[in-house]
């Protein structure tokens, strides 16, 4: 479970990065 949410967690950031890159 844990690396799933780590997963995810990592993905939203990823995310967040990304969308801040293309504004």
């Known amino acids: 479970m844990p690396s799933v ?3 995810f967690r990592g993905a ?3 995310k967040s ?3 801040t890159l293309l504004q």
């Open 5 to 7: 949410f780590g997963a």
């Open 12 to 14: 939203s950031m990823v």
């Open 17 to 19: 990065f990304i969308t």
